[in-house]
């Protein structure tokens, strides 16, 4: 199963775009990117996924290297409310949702 | 409706009790899960059953035992187990794309 790298915290100012990265360089061909959020031990929250292309929806967008073995979370105007751990996950196979170490980010007023 | 309900909230139990954790989506969703998540640790997958069959197990005690009595429902059952065993257990449910977690259940084993 790949296994996903990401730093274990990180600070953003409130209102500017937080750059979360992502190292999943064992990925393989048809394996998706996905990205969850966990706040204060609530259930995980689903964000975005991808698998070769870059993705943008209401919460977030992904860049996925052209190599796959990286990517990015973006969200564009942090918020005080988005302060969480954040999880990369490597989805192997159909239902195989394996969780990374995550980052903490800290939303700074 | 988007929601996977877990009950209950919060458990207590003893070494020598049983309990169940009880899981259900009405979202037509036909795999659903089971995962363990430690304080400041990222949640382990335990089980998955798709189409009401187990079809992963990733190496979990016998003392946590599963059950998807229907399509909506997920259970796990829990007998003799210890206090290492005290975790937030999550369910979620997916169908081929992005999975839905419940908000856990907090289980502390004295």
């Known amino acids: 199963d790949a296994k996903t790298t990401q730093p274990p915290s990180m600070d953003c100012a409130e209102g500017r775009a937080a750059n979360l990265p992502c190292n999943h360089s064992?990925?393989?061909?048809?394996?998706?990117v996905y990205w969850y959020r966990q706040i204060h031990s609530q259930g995980p929250q689903y964000i975005i996924h991808?698998?070769?292309n870059n993705e943008t929806n209401e919460m977030a967008s992904l860049i996925i290297t052209e190599d796959r073995k990286s990517s990015t979370l973006i969200l564009p105007h942090a918020t005080l409310r988005d302060t969480a751990v954040y999880y990369c996950?490597?989805?192997?196979?159909?239902?195989?949702?394996?969780f990374g170490t995550g980052t903490r980010l800290k939303v700074l007023a | 409706d988007t929601e996977v309900t877990q009950t209950p909230k919060h458990l207590v139990m003893g070494m020598t009790n049983k309990k169940s954790l009880k899981c259900e989506q009405h979202?037509?969703?036909?795999?659903m899960y089971w995962y363990k998540q430690k304080a400041k640790k990222p949640p382990e997958l335990m089980f998955v059953y798709s189409y009401e069959k187990l079809s992963i197990n990733e190496s979990v005690p016998s003392r946590f035992s599963p059950e998807c009595p229907n399509s909506s429902l997920l259970n796990l059952h829990l007998h003799a187990l210890q206090p290492e065993d005290s975790a937030l257990y999550l369910c979620?449910?997916?169908?081929?794309?992005?999975?839905?977690f419940g908000q856990g259940t907090r289980l502390t084993v004295v």
């Open positions: 064992t990925i393989s061909g048809n394996e998706y």
């Open positions: 979202m037509g969703h036909r795999a």
């Open positions: 996950i490597v989805r192997a196979g159909t239902y195989k949702y394996i």
């Open positions: 991808g698998l070769k």
């Open positions: 979620a449910s997916s169908r081929d794309r992005e999975a839905f």
